[in-house]
């Protein structure tokens, strides 16, 4: 299937492209950004000239900001186009209720990704989980932001969502493994006086579940969730890639490669199906911490 990434920054470049190129399912057929360009697709700076263009283009991958994402998703959506959104996948829950609204309008596929679902070792940790009973469970989730959004000042500007950003990914393992649902408590929420959304965040969840989430982390970066059960411990690492039993290393690599593959055998198999997969809950426990988070100011954050 031909398929049109919008926005070609970091993550697509690193990620979606590598993906596409290697994958039976789908052709990189265009691209849309105002600036950049893959070598050997067709580039636009007009996503409304694209669509017109390429009917037969299928399916529009949006890899830009969450702020913007609305406007092209649904433009997308109104030209008979499946649809695949990067996390998170809008800057408002309300967006995203009316853009799966649209989608199953239209009967087209709407696709809410979550990449570090797809982690090789998170599915064996469901699995081990489901039977469980949790005693408690805490995410370390600390990186550098200087590494991964080099002078990328939208992450600091609302909608941005700051240390969520990574701590969403968090939140969608979370939400995947396990056996209950859970709800925010409480949060408090670390803003540089310079900026409009956390550099850090500490979240307090029911059932004795926490997350600590920190974008001042230098060095290694941690990526961790830890989980106490009736039946012994059970971590998972590397964002998800491993996961230990009992303090022993039972599935996974010390790498956090080989996501987005999965991500794009998935959108085929919906686009296929005729299908759409919006789970909103790792998004939920963001905006209720933007909702009941108590603001600390903290020192002044530039790139």
Known sequence: MK??????GKIARDQHVPAIAASKDWELAA???????????DAYTDFAQ???DRTDIEVISLCMPPVPRYDFAAKALLAGRHVMLEKP???????VHALRDLANARGLTLYASWHSRMAIAVSAAKAWLSDKS???????????????????????EPGGMGVFDPGIN????????LPNPIHLKEAILEVPINRHTPI?????FSDNVSAEFDWRQVGPQTWDIEVQTNAGSMALRMGGNRLELGGSSVVGQNSITGEYPSLYER???LVRSGRSEVDLSPMVHVADAMTLGRHVVVDRFDF
């Open 170 to 177: 968090a939140l969608s393992i979370l939400t995947e493994i």
């Open 31 to 41: 691209t849309v950004s105002r600036s950049a360009t893959i070598e050997g697709v």
């Open 3 to 8: 398929i049109a990434i919008v926005g070609i």
């Open 89 to 95: 996948p809008g800057a408002t829950l309300a967006e």
């Open 200 to 204: 850090a965040a500490k979240l307090m």
């Open 267 to 269: 959108m085929a198999e």
């Open 134 to 156: 949790i005693v408690s469970a805490h995410i370390t989730w600390k990186e550098d932001v200087r590494k991964w959004h080099p002078g990328q000042d939208w992450v600091f």
């Open 50 to 52: 694209m669509l017109a």
